[in-house]
């Protein structure tokens, strides 16, 4: 518990740093830098792109119309957003929503390294391709992807990378938003095998089997 109190404590701290961040030069179009939300023990963690257009207003990542679609996935599985922590591989909004540039991604990961290190989820499931590629650094898309999990180290510990697709994306893709629902519904297992992982099962007792010495 104690651990706990302290990484929630290094994790309020750590955002307090960051709000100041000049890394890059989205720091000169950003209204604030959008940190990230949740539990700092949740053993679940989603990472997204970047911020749009509300959540550089707020300072909440997933808060405009994918947020909600998020919310609603979580809900299916029975979470809520104060069960798990989003965040976005890049803290402020790229001007315009465009894509997260590659400097501008290269100068925000010690953020996210220092976020995965502090809270030290069991699973994240990464939203998209630009989450995708740079946690499993491998350049294969979403598309590709989605759905398969996959070990890899983080900051020196082990974590379950589970790409699935961006809700922005399946807002309008009905096909896609089917594969994300589908995709989404497999977390509560995968959860379970990674945090409590089965006991060696039992073998039961059934009938007496005959011994050599009963036969005679
Ligand atoms: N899309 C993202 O990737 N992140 C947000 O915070 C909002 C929309």
Redesign the pocket.
Same mark, same amino acid.
């Given at each position: 518990m104690a651990a706990a109190a302290d990484a929630s404590l290094s994790l309020l701290a750590y955002g307090d740093v960051a709000a100041g961040c000049t890394r890059c030069a989205l720091a000169a179009t950003r209204t604030q830098v959008?940190f990230g939300s949740g539990s700092p023990t949740a053993e679940l963690m989603f990472i997204?792109?970047?911020?749009?257009f509300h959540?550089d207003k707020q300072g909440v990542?997933?808060v405009?119309a $994918?947020?909600k679609l998020l919310g609603k996935l979580l809900e299916g599985i029975g979470l809520t957003r104060e069960d798990v922590y989003v965040a976005?591989v890049v803290k402020c909004r790229p001007p315009g929503n465009r894509d997260p540039q590659p400097e501008e991604i290269e100068s925000c990961e010690p953020h996210l390294w220092k976020q995965i290190e502090l809270i030290q989820p069991a699973l994240i499931a990464t939203?998209g391709n630009f989450a995708t590629k740079l946690l499993s650094g491998k350049p294969n898309g979403i598309t590709q992807v989605h759905g398969r999990e996959q070990q890899v180290v983080l900051g020196g510990s082990p974590v379950t990378l589970y790409p699935i697709f961006?809700p $922005?994306a399946a807002l309008y893709t009905p096909r896609m938003l089917q594969v994300l629902e589908e995709d989404f519904a497999r977390i509560p297992a995968l959860l379970g095998r990674i945090v409590a992982p089965p006991a060696a099962v039992p073998v039961p007792a059934g009938p007496q089997q005959p011994t050599q010495l009963g036969l005679f």
């Open positions: 959008v997204g792109e970047a911020p749009g959540e990542p997933f405009g $994918a947020g976005n939203l961006h $922005a």
